[in-house]
């Protein structure tokens, strides 16, 4: 891919030497006319930007290249100069074989990484946590009620709590219906904003009590219901988290025991605070509660023993996730991410790459970039059997691209898939994950999940992410509750337009000639920043989303 894509006024790009298509990076008019190397060519179609035209003629059944992979076939004759759309264009990708092959890296230069450090929370295995976080968890749907009550006793009283700045706004509301009603003038409505920064938390070496909702543990196939004590397990050796309060109804498929056998196979000597409640043994909720909120109090009061200290910054694992992808996805924030990723392997540190149904015809890279034979098998066994499921019940990885992608100019899902495996860099896959299962070789690692933003997100944190950067193109407001997740904008309009979710722009790239590497350095000492306590906007604004993935079809 062209490192330096230069400057405003360049109307188009062509992404790699073989690619038969040129990506639009402002609209385009027809009669237009580009100049790409020696290539002249006509623009016969209005083109929006982040669209594609392509450099030739193409006849039914021919495949296009886009980032130097097979990204489609030809629907219906494209002349020269013509935009694809999914009128004239349909997923294709070519074959993959399982094989070993040399892959030959060459790692980017880390000297001046080498002596960086930031502030975290060392655990005895020797993570190192970039948030201090105690879990409140239910092991079946039946006790969200009683998580939320323990929530409502603790989030203010502790200092947590985020005032609820709409509440303002309905009183005011309420307010102008009362003396509307009376004949008088209406009164102005405004919202008051407050910060987030819980200056005022009675423990201060405790970054906030999370409490995770969620609709499975039970009536369910047992398969989900241990893929969900699986990644509870994940979530409580995370390094960002301190210790749990576990509640238990008691007769749930995701039963107390396999949560500690859970645990106990990621690592034997685990020594992390967890205390473990079950309905069905007291003699009423209030008993349950009450016992729950004063243990979990004292574990408090423990966990904020723990204080931040220097750490190199290969303890950091960090997560690579797009959603609300565009046609700049591929072009600006995911080659940068992935620089960062190939920084970060260099340095000894770990990377995760998820979402599967966005590795959609880029296998045989992947497969490649294996280091290992039994890498390489594993990782093409698990896109098999995840695209085979999907197919069965007539929703392949083909219909992954959702209308705002497509509109976008993401036409097919081997587009979008070569856009968002740049996220892993070019680095050697040193591990292949499947769901739940967590992280441990240095370097990048593949991991099993849906293209689902928060299925993807809640699965990294479980692997053991500490940190979670996430790209995007329309605009999302995703979070976790225990790895901070940066999003980045792959276009500065966005960055602009909502500039309360985005903490990064990588739209310079194009607007400003900056390189990848540029704004993949950039990144990553805001990522120190926010790995030493800076908080995100997804945790300013509160955003804990978690959905473990039960092993159905999501793409």
Not at 343 to 369: S, Y
Not at 402 to 430: E, Y
Not at 455 to 472: K, R
Request: charged share 25%; hydrophobic share 35%.
């Amino acid at each position: 891919m062209n490192q330096e894509l230069t400057h405003v006024r360049q109307k188009t790009v062509r992404l790699h030497p073989a690619d038969d298509v040129l990506v639009a990076l402002q609209d385009l008019k027809k009669g237009d006319t580009i100049q790409d190397g020696t290539l002249q060519l006509a623009i016969i179609t209005d083109t929006q930007a982040k669209h594609k035209i392509v450099i030739r003629d193409f006849n039914v059944g021919d495949q296009i290249k886009m980032y130097g992979v097979v990204v489609g076939k030809v629907l219906k004759p494209i002349a020269k100069g013509e935009a694809i759309s999914t009128q004239n264009l349909k997923h294709d990708s070519k074959a993959f074989e399982v094989r070993l092959t040399q892959h030959t890296w060459e790692p980017p230069d880390v000297v001046k990484w080498k002596s960086t450090e930031f502030n975290g929370y060392h655990r005895s295995d020797g993570q190192v946590g970039t948030r201090n976080f105690w879990l409140v968890v239910p092991l079946v749907f039946c006790e969200n009620r009683n998580v939320e009550y323990i929530k409502n006793a603790f989030i203010k009283k502790l200092g947590y709590g985020k005032p609820d700045k709409y509440e303002g706004l309905v009183e005011q509301l309420i307010k102008n219906h009362t003396t509307s009603s009376s004949g008088a003038s209406k009164v102005t409505t405004s919202i008051e904003h407050h910060s987030s920064d819980y200056s005022n938390r009675l423990f201060k070496n405790i970054d906030g009590i999370k409490f995770l909702n969620h609709q499975g543990g039970c009536g369910g196939t047992r398969e989900d219901s241990d893929n969900l004590c699986k990644l509870i397990a994940g979530y409580l050796n995370n390094p960002n988290v301190a210790g749990a309060t576990i509640l238990s109804l008691g007769c749930q498929h995701a039963q107390i025991e396999i949560l500690k056998q859970s645990i106990h196979n990621i690592t034997p000597d685990f020594d992390k605070p967890v205390i473990y409640f079950e309905q069905q043994k007291y003699p009423s909720e209030e008993a349950l509660l009450k016992q729950a909120i004063i243990e979990t109090f004292s574990m408090l009061v423990k966990a904020n023993e723990t204080s931040r200290k220097p750490a190199n910054i290969d303890k950091l694992c960090i997560g690579l996730k797009c959603g609300g992808s565009d046609g700049f996805s591929g072009i600006t924030a995911n080659p940068a991410m992935g620089h960062v990723s190939d920084l970060m392997a260099a340095l000894g540190g770990k990377t995760i790459l998820a979402e599967f149904p966005e590795l959609c015809g880029v296998e045989q890279e992947m497969i490649d970039r294996s280091v290992t034979i039994d890498v390489a098998k594993k990782f093409a066994t698990l896109m098999k059997e995840y695209n085979d499921k999907a197919e069965a019940i007539g929703s392949g990885f083909s219909m992954n691209p959702s209308p705002g992608n497509i509109k976008d100019g993401l036409i097919t899902d081997a587009m979008k898939s070569a856009g968002a495996a740049k996220k892993g860099g070019t680095s050697p896959v040193a591990d292949v994950l499947n769901y739940a299962e967590y992280v441990h070789k240095n370097g990048l690692s593949l991991l099993c999940t849906p293209g689902n933003d928060v299925e993807a997100t809640t699965g990294m944190a479980g692997s053991g992410a500490n940190l979670i950067i996430f790209s995007t193109g329309l605009g999302t407001p995703t979070g976790n509750p225990v790895a901070p997740v940066i999003k980045t904008s792959t276009n500065t309009i966005l960055a602009k337009k909502i500039s309360d979710l985005i903490d990064f722009d990588h739209g310079d790239i194009i607007t400003d000639g900056k390189t990848i590497e540029q704004s993949g350095e950039e990144l990553l000492e805001q990522i120190v920043r926010i790995a030493s306590g800076e908080l995100t906007k997804a945790e300013q604004l509160q955003q804990d989303d978690f959905i473990p993935w039960k092993r159905g079809v999501s793409l």
